[in-house]
């Protein structure tokens, strides 16, 4: 099956700087890749998607960039603000059918 | 106000009992999806339904059972096959364009 790996596992960053966080994934034929947002006790929130016909997909603050032959996609969050704090997890699909999860990273954003 | 709702919120189990999560959701999704997250890992999952009375195993079925009478409803039970069911347990539903919804997720304890 579908293997997502997702780095780093923590990452902090100071209020207004720009914030990275990869996901490679292993099978060719994943075609949507989500991005999730999940505060303490919470449930995910969808906060962009993109697919495989996509290199690159902005939403504000907020981009994701695909590459298909190196297998991996990139959340980029610009201008970090204190309640970007939270743990964001990124996934892969083929077709919608299963979706496959990265074990998530933890954004800290210190003010 | 649409949404997808887990209940309970939290939920104690004996050693030995089964016990039943419910998800319900009134978005009109076809497909419905059951997740497990444990501290430190992505989500990993157990069940899924593409459409009402079929359904298919995820990756940690064992020890899991469900139903999908119903669109609106796809509920989880816990049975005491599974070993270590202490966990957050989230429940999602998705559209056809393969965006996902989770509700905000039961947190299952053995005691």
């Known amino acids: 099956g579908e293997n997502v790996e997702q780095h780093p596992s923590t990452l902090s960053v100071q209020e207004g700087d720009s914030a990275v966080i990869k996901c490679t994934y292993s099978?060719?034929?994943?075609?949507?890749f989500p991005w999730y947002k999940q505060e303490l006790g919470k449930g995910p929130q969808l906060i962009i998607d993109?697919?495989?016909?996509?290199g690159e997909k902005k939403d504000q603050r907020i981009a994701v960039t695909l590459n298909k032959t190196a297998k991996h996609f990139s959340l980029h969050i610009t201008e970090t603000q204190p309640e970007d704090s939270a743990v964001y997890f990124c996934?892969?699909?083929?077709?919608?059918?299963?979706?496959?999860f990265g074990s998530g990273t933890k954004l800290n954003v210190k003010p | 106000d649409g949404g997808i709702t887990q209940s309970p919120k939290y939920l104690f189990r004996k050693e030995g009992q089964n016990v039943t999560l419910s998800c319900e959701q009134n978005l009109n999704h076809d497909a419905m999806y059951w997740y497990r997250q444990d501290p430190g890992q992505g989500l990993r999952l157990i069940y899924y339904?593409?459409?009402?009375?079929?359904?298919q195993k995820g990756d940690i079925a064992e020890g899991y059972s469900v139903s999908r009478e119903k669109k609106e409803s796809f509920p989880l039970t816990v049975t005491s096959a599974q070993k270590n069911p202490t966990a957050f347990y989230l429940c999602a539903s998705s559209r056809r364009d393969g965006r996902a919804f989770f509700g905000q997720g039961t947190r299952l304890t053995v005691v």
């Open positions: 996934a892969a699909s083929i077709d919608f059918n299963k979706f496959y």
């Open positions: 339904s593409q459409i009402v009375n079929d359904f």
């Open positions: 993109i697919r495989s016909n996509v």
């Open positions: 099978d060719s034929a994943s075609n949507y």
